[in-house]
Protein backbone atom coordinates (compact mmCIF):
# COMPACT_ATOMS: atom_id res chain seq x y z
CA UNK A 1 0.00 0.00 0.00
CA UNK A 2 2.60 2.49 0.92
CA UNK A 3 4.64 1.75 -2.31
CA UNK A 4 1.35 1.38 -4.51
CA UNK A 5 -0.69 4.37 -3.08
CA UNK A 6 1.65 6.93 -0.90
CA UNK A 7 4.62 7.24 -2.90
CA UNK A 8 6.78 5.05 -1.73
CA UNK A 9 9.62 5.27 0.75
CA UNK A 10 11.94 8.08 1.93
CA UNK A 11 15.64 7.37 2.47
CA UNK A 12 14.97 7.51 6.02
CA UNK A 13 12.11 4.84 5.89
CA UNK A 14 13.96 2.43 4.16
CA UNK A 15 16.94 2.52 6.59
CA UNK A 16 14.48 1.78 9.36
CA UNK A 17 13.56 -1.31 7.85
CA UNK A 18 17.96 -2.26 8.02
CA UNK A 19 17.92 -3.82 11.24
CA UNK A 20 14.82 -6.00 10.31
CA UNK A 21 16.72 -7.30 7.56
CA UNK A 22 19.43 -7.84 9.03
CA UNK A 23 17.93 -10.37 11.26
CA UNK A 24 15.84 -11.92 8.66
CA UNK A 25 19.23 -12.48 6.52
CA UNK A 26 20.88 -14.11 9.93
CA UNK A 27 18.02 -15.60 11.60
CA UNK A 28 17.44 -17.64 7.75
CA UNK A 29 21.32 -18.64 7.73
CA UNK A 30 21.40 -19.46 11.05
CA UNK A 31 17.95 -21.96 10.69
CA UNK A 32 20.02 -24.04 8.11
CA UNK A 33 23.23 -24.59 10.18
CA UNK A 34 20.83 -25.54 12.85
CA UNK A 35 19.09 -27.87 10.46
CA UNK A 36 21.99 -29.05 9.55
CA UNK A 37 23.35 -30.08 12.85
CA UNK A 38 19.99 -32.00 13.36
CA UNK A 39 20.33 -34.04 9.66
CA UNK A 40 23.80 -34.92 11.16
CA UNK A 41 25.59 -33.18 7.87
CA UNK A 42 28.21 -30.69 7.19
CA UNK A 43 29.09 -28.43 4.58
CA UNK A 44 31.17 -29.94 1.59
CA UNK A 45 33.60 -27.38 1.21
CA UNK A 46 35.71 -27.95 4.52
CA UNK A 47 35.89 -23.98 5.01
CA UNK A 48 32.46 -23.69 4.92
CA UNK A 49 32.48 -25.23 8.48
CA UNK A 50 34.02 -22.72 10.05
CA UNK A 51 32.02 -20.22 8.41
CA UNK A 52 28.55 -22.40 9.61
CA UNK A 53 30.09 -21.54 13.21
CA UNK A 54 30.70 -18.22 12.71
CA UNK A 55 27.60 -17.51 11.30
CA UNK A 56 26.05 -19.63 14.64
CA UNK A 57 27.72 -17.29 16.98
CA UNK A 58 27.26 -14.07 15.43
CA UNK A 59 24.74 -11.51 16.85
CA UNK A 60 22.05 -8.29 15.28
CA UNK A 61 22.32 -5.74 17.75
CA UNK A 62 19.29 -3.45 17.92
CA UNK A 63 20.73 -0.03 17.93
CA UNK A 64 20.06 2.63 15.07
CA UNK A 65 23.68 2.44 14.16
CA UNK A 66 24.94 -1.16 13.62
CA UNK A 67 26.24 -2.23 10.38
CA UNK A 68 26.28 -6.42 9.29
CA UNK A 69 29.41 -7.15 9.31
CA UNK A 70 30.67 -8.01 5.67
CA UNK A 71 33.37 -11.14 6.70
CA UNK A 72 29.54 -12.50 8.16
CA UNK A 73 27.57 -11.47 5.25
CA UNK A 74 30.62 -13.04 3.12
CA UNK A 75 30.30 -16.14 5.45
CA UNK A 76 26.48 -16.52 4.37
CA UNK A 77 27.10 -16.10 0.60
CA UNK A 78 29.73 -19.30 1.05
CA UNK A 79 27.39 -21.10 2.85
CA UNK A 80 24.79 -20.85 0.90
CA UNK A 81 26.96 -21.72 -2.76
CA UNK A 82 28.07 -24.99 -0.82
CA UNK A 83 26.64 -28.70 -2.39
CA UNK A 84 24.73 -29.73 0.61
CA UNK A 85 22.11 -26.70 0.95
CA UNK A 86 19.95 -28.44 -2.06
CA UNK A 87 19.60 -31.56 0.40
CA UNK A 88 18.74 -29.38 3.82
CA UNK A 89 16.31 -27.21 1.39
CA UNK A 90 14.77 -30.56 0.91
CA UNK A 91 14.04 -30.70 4.34
CA UNK A 92 12.89 -26.95 4.87
CA UNK A 93 9.38 -28.43 6.01
CA UNK A 94 10.88 -29.68 8.93
CA UNK A 95 11.86 -26.15 10.03
CA UNK A 96 11.05 -22.69 9.97
CA UNK A 97 13.02 -20.45 7.07
CA UNK A 98 11.21 -17.31 6.11
CA UNK A 99 10.12 -17.68 2.29
CA UNK A 100 12.79 -14.43 1.02
CA UNK A 101 15.36 -16.39 2.92
CA UNK A 102 16.85 -17.19 -0.78
CA UNK A 103 16.51 -13.57 -1.95
CA UNK A 104 18.46 -12.39 1.29
CA UNK A 105 21.10 -14.88 0.70
CA UNK A 106 21.42 -13.84 -3.00
CA UNK A 107 21.76 -10.05 -1.68
CA UNK A 108 23.97 -10.35 1.22
CA UNK A 109 27.14 -9.13 0.53
CA UNK A 110 25.13 -5.81 -0.79
CA UNK A 111 23.35 -5.98 2.29
CA UNK A 112 26.99 -6.54 4.23
CA UNK A 113 28.42 -2.96 2.91
CA UNK A 114 28.85 -0.17 5.32
CA UNK A 115 26.55 2.12 3.35
CA UNK A 116 23.99 -0.35 2.76
CA UNK A 117 20.34 1.21 2.07
CA UNK A 118 17.39 -1.05 1.19
CA UNK A 119 15.44 -1.22 -1.78
CA UNK A 120 11.54 -1.12 -1.69
CA UNK A 121 12.49 -4.74 -2.98
CA UNK A 122 14.47 -5.77 0.24
CA UNK A 123 11.65 -4.14 2.26
CA UNK A 124 9.03 -6.31 0.49
CA UNK A 125 10.76 -8.79 1.61
CA UNK A 126 11.33 -8.18 5.40
CA UNK A 127 9.61 -10.03 7.71
CA UNK A 128 8.94 -9.08 11.41
CA UNK A 129 6.84 -10.33 13.84
CA UNK A 130 4.20 -7.91 14.41
CA UNK A 131 2.45 -7.75 17.55
CA UNK A 132 0.37 -4.19 17.36
CA UNK A 133 -2.13 -2.60 15.23
CA UNK A 134 -1.47 -0.33 12.58
CA UNK A 135 -3.27 1.53 10.19
CA UNK A 136 -2.99 3.25 7.00
CA UNK A 137 -4.78 6.24 5.18
CA UNK A 138 -5.60 6.78 1.20
CA UNK A 139 -7.28 8.10 -1.40
CA UNK A 140 -8.67 5.98 -4.01
CA UNK A 141 -10.51 8.23 -6.51
CA UNK A 142 -13.41 10.13 -4.34
CA UNK A 143 -13.12 7.70 -1.74
CA UNK A 144 -10.75 7.83 1.57
CA UNK A 145 -10.13 4.28 2.60
CA UNK A 146 -8.52 3.00 6.11
CA UNK A 147 -6.75 -0.43 6.16
CA UNK A 148 -6.02 -1.23 9.73
CA UNK A 149 -3.13 -4.23 10.52
CA UNK A 150 -4.36 -6.62 13.00
CA UNK A 151 -0.62 -8.13 13.83
CA UNK A 152 -1.43 -10.41 16.68
CA UNK A 153 -1.97 -13.52 17.78
CA UNK A 154 -5.52 -15.40 17.92
CA UNK A 155 -4.78 -16.18 21.45
CA UNK A 156 -4.82 -12.18 21.75
CA UNK A 157 -8.14 -12.04 19.88
CA UNK A 158 -10.49 -10.27 22.75
CA UNK A 159 -7.77 -7.35 22.97
CA UNK A 160 -8.40 -6.65 19.05
CA UNK A 161 -12.12 -8.27 17.92
CA UNK A 162 -13.68 -4.88 19.00
CA UNK A 163 -11.74 -3.49 15.38
CA UNK A 164 -13.75 -5.57 13.38
CA UNK A 165 -17.32 -3.45 14.92
CA UNK A 166 -17.49 -0.96 11.60
CA UNK A 167 -15.51 -2.28 9.35
CA UNK A 168 -17.41 -2.94 5.81
CA UNK A 169 -14.40 -5.27 4.02
CA UNK A 170 -11.88 -7.25 5.78
CA UNK A 171 -8.61 -8.50 3.38
CA UNK A 172 -7.45 -11.50 4.83
CA UNK A 173 -3.75 -12.70 3.27
CA UNK A 174 -2.85 -16.70 3.02
CA UNK A 175 0.60 -17.71 1.96
CA UNK A 176 0.39 -20.52 -0.24
CA UNK A 177 3.49 -21.90 0.57
CA UNK A 178 3.42 -22.47 4.55
CA UNK A 179 0.76 -25.54 3.97
CA UNK A 180 3.39 -27.62 5.69
CA UNK A 181 5.85 -26.10 7.64
CA UNK A 182 6.12 -25.59 11.29
CA UNK A 183 5.06 -22.29 12.44
CA UNK A 184 8.05 -19.53 13.79
CA UNK A 185 6.64 -20.40 17.06
CA UNK A 186 7.64 -23.64 17.43
CA UNK A 187 3.91 -24.81 17.62
CA UNK A 188 3.70 -28.43 16.04
CA UNK A 189 0.44 -27.45 13.75
CA UNK A 190 -0.16 -27.55 10.42
CA UNK A 191 -1.47 -24.29 8.93
CA UNK A 192 -4.36 -24.12 5.96
CA UNK A 193 -2.58 -22.40 3.95
CA UNK A 194 0.01 -24.48 1.19
CA UNK A 195 1.80 -25.49 -1.51
CA UNK A 196 4.89 -24.36 -3.16
CA UNK A 197 7.10 -26.94 -1.39
CA UNK A 198 8.88 -30.34 -1.71
CA UNK A 199 6.44 -31.78 0.50
CA UNK A 200 3.30 -33.20 -1.44
CA UNK A 201 0.39 -31.50 -0.78
CA UNK A 202 -1.69 -34.73 -0.46
CA UNK A 203 0.39 -35.71 2.65
CA UNK A 204 -1.22 -32.86 4.57
CA UNK A 205 -4.66 -32.81 2.67
CA UNK A 206 -5.62 -36.69 1.92
CA UNK A 207 -8.81 -35.73 -0.20
CA UNK A 208 -6.88 -33.69 -2.62
CA UNK A 209 -6.41 -35.84 -5.98
CA UNK A 210 -5.08 -33.35 -8.51
CA UNK A 211 -1.15 -34.39 -8.38
CA UNK A 212 1.49 -31.76 -8.25
CA UNK A 213 -0.53 -29.48 -10.69
CA UNK A 214 -0.17 -25.82 -8.85
CA UNK A 215 -3.04 -24.64 -10.49
CA UNK A 216 -5.30 -27.53 -9.27
CA UNK A 217 -3.29 -27.11 -6.32
CA UNK A 218 -4.24 -23.20 -5.34
CA UNK A 219 -7.97 -24.16 -6.41
CA UNK A 220 -8.18 -27.19 -4.01
CA UNK A 221 -6.82 -24.57 -1.18
CA UNK A 222 -9.51 -21.64 -2.21
CA UNK A 223 -12.27 -24.51 -2.35
CA UNK A 224 -11.30 -25.30 1.46
CA UNK A 225 -11.41 -21.51 2.45
CA UNK A 226 -14.28 -20.96 0.97
CA UNK A 227 -15.96 -23.63 2.64
CA UNK A 228 -15.20 -21.94 5.74
CA UNK A 229 -16.47 -18.82 4.07
CA UNK A 230 -20.03 -20.28 3.32
CA UNK A 231 -20.69 -21.14 6.71
CA UNK A 232 -20.73 -17.55 7.93
CA UNK A 233 -23.41 -16.82 4.12
CA UNK A 234 -19.84 -14.11 3.96
CA UNK A 235 -19.57 -11.98 0.42
CA UNK A 236 -16.30 -13.33 -0.72
CA UNK A 237 -13.85 -12.62 -3.36
CA UNK A 238 -10.60 -14.41 -3.80
CA UNK A 239 -7.61 -13.63 -5.24
CA UNK A 240 -4.21 -15.52 -6.10
CA UNK A 241 -1.41 -12.91 -5.93
CA UNK A 242 2.78 -12.87 -5.67
CA UNK A 243 2.57 -9.93 -3.23
CA UNK A 244 5.82 -9.07 -3.16
CA UNK A 245 5.38 -8.14 -7.00
CA UNK A 246 4.40 -4.17 -7.27
CA UNK A 247 4.11 -4.36 -10.93
CA UNK A 248 1.28 -6.88 -10.97
CA UNK A 249 -1.77 -4.02 -10.61
CA UNK A 250 -4.19 -6.88 -10.83
CA UNK A 251 -4.87 -7.40 -7.63
CA UNK A 252 -5.12 -4.10 -6.12
CA UNK A 253 -7.62 -3.28 -9.02
CA UNK A 254 -9.61 -6.43 -8.60
CA UNK A 255 -9.55 -6.30 -4.43
CA UNK A 256 -10.17 -2.93 -3.97
CA UNK A 257 -13.18 -3.02 -6.83
CA UNK A 258 -14.77 -5.44 -3.98
CA UNK A 259 -13.98 -2.47 -1.42
CA UNK A 260 -15.86 -0.51 -3.46
CA UNK A 261 -18.75 -2.45 -3.92
CA UNK A 262 -18.70 -3.53 -0.62
CA UNK A 263 -19.03 -0.20 0.71
CA UNK A 264 -21.59 0.92 -1.73
CA UNK A 265 -23.84 -1.64 -0.93
CA UNK A 266 -23.57 -0.52 2.49
CA UNK A 267 -24.17 3.24 1.71
CA UNK A 268 -27.58 1.81 0.07
CA UNK A 269 -28.45 -0.51 2.86
CA UNK A 270 -28.02 2.29 5.30
CA UNK A 271 -30.24 4.63 2.98
CA UNK A 272 -32.50 2.07 2.45
CA UNK A 273 -32.54 1.54 -1.18
CA UNK A 274 -31.79 -1.90 -0.96
Not at 48 to 76: G, L
Request: glycine share 2%; proline share 3%.
Amino acid sequence: MKITHQNGFTKNELMMFRPTIYRNTLDSAQAIVRQMHNMNVECVTFANRTFAERIIEYRVESTPDFVFSADIARAIHELWQDTIIPKVMDCSSQFYIMDSASYFFTEVLRIGTPDYIPTENDVLRAQAKTTGITSTRFNMGQISVHIIDIGVQLSQLRKWIHYFEHVPSIIFCAALSEYNQELLEGKNQESLILFESVAPIEKYFPDYTGSADVNKAAKYILWKFMQACNRGRLSVYPHLTQATDTTDTTLFRLVFAAVKETILQNILKDSRIL
